[in-house]
C-alpha cells in the first residue's frame, strides 16, 4: 500500500445486537475481554475489546441511536450479527484524511472521541482515538473501511488482556464473500492504493501492510471448498464473513472452543453460528 498515513489492518468490528451475550459468547471460545467500555454520548456505542499484539476484534452494540451509529443500526437491521467495518491503523488521522481527499475520495473526518477504561490495577484511565472514514459508499462487498489514531495505546493493549485461554496472538486474514472476487478486490485497491494477488481456487488477496493481516475475497462456495464440513449459515453472499486467527497452540486452541470447534487439517474452525456471524478460523503460526 502507497498510503504514507495508513499502516494495515488495525481492528475488525464485529456489531452484536446483545452486547454483553456476545462478550459471553466469545468468552466461552477462549478469548479474554476487555471490560465494557462506552463511547461518548455522539457515538453512542458501547464495546469489549479482544487484544492481540498489534491488532484486536471490537465487539460493538449500539446503547443510543444516534446520526452516527445510523450505519450501524442498518447493518443490523439487514443482516444481524456480523463483521461490519474494519479499521486501519493511521499515524496522523489528519494527514491520513487529506491524503484520502487528494486521490479523490471524500474523506469524513478527522472525529476524536475517547472512552473511559478500568485498569487492572484498580482505578481509571482514558482511551482517546482519532479517526478517519472513506465515504460510506465506498465499501467493498457491502464492508466499510476507516482508520484510527491511538493516541494511548497503553490503556488498550494491556498485557493482562493479551494472553487469551485459545492462544491467539493476532489476525492472520479477513475473510470476505462476494460473488465476483476480483470485482470488490479491485475495489479495495483503489480506495488503499495497495496491491492484489490470485490464489488458485480463485481467491483474490489484497495486502493491508507489511507485517499486518490481509484480506482475501473469495465466494461464498469457495469459502465451502475450503472448509468442508463447516456450517455457513449465517455467512453472507457479500460481506465480511470470517476471520482467520493465529495461535501459540493449536492444542490449547481445540480445548478452549471446546465443541463449538472442528478440526481441519492444521486448523481449528468455528461455524460463525456460534460466533456472532463470525467464521473463525484459528491457525497455528
Excluded at 472525529?111 to 482511551?127: K, M, Q, S
Excluded at 489514531?149 to 479477513?174: F, M, S, Y
Aim: proline share 6%; glycine share 12%.
Amino acid at each position: 500500500m502507497s498510503l504514507q498515513y495508513v499502516v494495515g489492518i488495525d481492528h475488525a468490528v464485529v456489531m452484536v445486537k446483545d452486547l454483553d451475550s456476545a462478550a459471553a459468547n466469545w468468552q466461552r471460545l477462549g478469548f479474554t475481554l476487555s471490560p465494557r467500555g462506552t463511547h461518548s454520548p455522539a457515538l453512542g456505542s458501547g464495546n469489549y475489546t479482544i487484544m492481540f499484539g498489534h491488532d484486536y476484534i471490537e465487539l460493538l452494540g449500539i446503547l443510543t441511536p444516534t446520526e452516527h451509529n445510523a450505519p450501524s443500526r442498518a447493518f443490523l437491521d439487514a443482516r444481524g450479527d456480523g463483521i461490519e467495518r474494519i479499521a486501519f491503523t493511521t499515524t496522523d488521522a489528519a494527514k491520513g484524511a487529506e491524503e484520502l481527499r487528494d486521490l479523490g475520495l471524500d474523506a469524513v473526518g478527522p472525529i476524536d472521541f475517547g472512552r473511559p477504561v478500568p485498569l487492572p490495577g484498580g482505578g481509571e484511565g482514558e482511551a482517546r482515538f482519532s479517526i478517519f472514514q472513506w465515504p460510506l459508499t465506498e465499501a467493498p462487498a457491502g464492508l466499510r473501511i476507516f482508520a484510527c489514531q491511538h493516541h494511548t495505546r497503553d490503556t488498550v493493549w494491556i498485557p493482562e488482556l493479551q494472553r487469551h485461554a485459545n492462544g491467539a496472538t493476532g489476525l492472520v486474514r479477513v475473510l470476505i464473500t462476494a460473488p465476483r472476487p476480483e470485482s470488490d478486490a479491485r475495489h479495495m485497491l483503489r480506495l488503499i492504493d495497495g496491491e492484489q494477488y490470485s490464489e488458485p481456487d480463485g481467491s483474490v488477496v489484497v495486502p493491508s501492510g507489511e507485517g499486518r493481516a490481509e484480506f482475501a475475497f473469495l465466494s461464498r462456495d469457495t469459502l465451502a471448498q475450503q472448509y468442508p464440513g463447516v456450517s455457513l449459515d449465517g455467512v453472507p453472499e457479500r460481506g465480511g464473513a470470517g476471520l482467520i486467527i493465529a495461535v501459540s497452540d493449536l492444542a490449547a486452541t481445540a480445548q478452549a472452543v471446546g465443541a463449538a470447534g472442528v478440526a481441519l487439517g492444521n486448523s481449528v474452525v468455528v461455524a460463525s453460528s456460534a460466533a456472532n456471524g463470525v467464521l473463525l478460523v484459528f491457525v497455528q503460526r
